[in-house]
């Protein structure tokens, strides 16, 4: 039963799904043309990245726009074509299903990604595991509801894909939960670790730190926003199944495609000087996508250095694992 009983007798049904609809489509069309324009930012600073990668890029966005499309052409059909007609707007059909599996699918692509990021950093397939089952379980999920409203439910009787919905959402907050606590985990304690054991750490701290703390920033930035509209997405559902969620459902899919753009668009900035100029002054960028390598340049450092092996996996060794730093004085 749900916590909220707003049954739609007592408003029109325009009223009770549809205006929560527009408001969310108006989120959703905003940020699809942030995603755009990280997309052209990416497509432009990071050429040499892995092709998987830039097809990943273009996947996502590809399903983005065929999200957008198709519930605008819901609400068009809804607010003009069948303008006045109740019966049509009581209840939902395949067109708006549409966005549920688009938005699961963009969910789990995203969430793989980080998944196979979090591999690069700690070469532990535990997490991948734990991560991957719970977002393809996700999809799944997301994948049932077409089949569910596919006989065209009444808005009063979304209590029939209570089940699907909340075991969709419930896995994708969990997802999120596990990728942002693994990365923030791993970038920060670790990372920072590694570099404070370092031989000579006289100078250079206060400017790692700052480097740290963007990174972390990003991370929180990007896991936590999805969590927290997942979360809130499925609390109205189940407090509120005649259409409050789609506010914050609708957006959903773009909050994810965007949280994948703003991680990749990122490491341009992840700088020791605290700019995002190239090739001046004392600078680092880390190396969690796997491409090539990255260094850290130090004026006062002529050796490489190794991390201590009390680390687990010896993950920040100079000369091995994820980061593969390697220090060299300047000329």
Sequence with gaps: MALINNPTSMKGPAEVVHGW????????????????SQMYMYYIKY??????????VAGIF??????????????????????GEVEFLSKTDWILATGAWTTGV?????QLFFAWRILVLTKNWIYVV???ALSLTGCGASLVIPIKTGNFIHVSEFHKIRTAV?????????????????????????FIFSLIHQRKHKTGFR????????????????????MVVASVDLFFFLADPTGTHFLFNFPLAKLYANSLMSSLNSRHGWKFNGTTSVGTGSESQVNTTGGAQKRIHMSNMRKAVRAPLFYPRRAFCSNSGPFRTSLSSQA
Excluded: H, P
Aim: with cysteine; aromatic share 12%; hydrophobic share 60%.
């Design 106 to 110: 963009i969910a789990c692509a995203v």
């Design 47 to 56: 050429k040499d990245d892995r092709t998987w990668i830039k097809a990943l």
């Design 21 to 36: 609809m527009f408001i969310g489509s108006a989120f959703n069309l905003l940020l699809m043309g942030v995603m755009a």
């Design 166 to 190: 909340t075991m969709w959402l419930a896995c994708e907050v969990a997802a999120d939960v596990v990728i942002t606590a693994l990365l923030v985990w791993y970038l920060y304690v670790l």
């Design 62 to 83: 590809v399903l983005d726009v065929v999200n957008t499309v198709f519930l605008f052409t819901y609400l068009y059909r809804s607010l003009i074509t069948f303008y």
């Design 207 to 226: 400017r790692s730190d700052m480097m740290v703390d963007r990174i972390i920033r990003v991370t929180l930035q990007t896991g936590l926003l999805t």
């Design 130 to 132: 734990i991560i991957a």
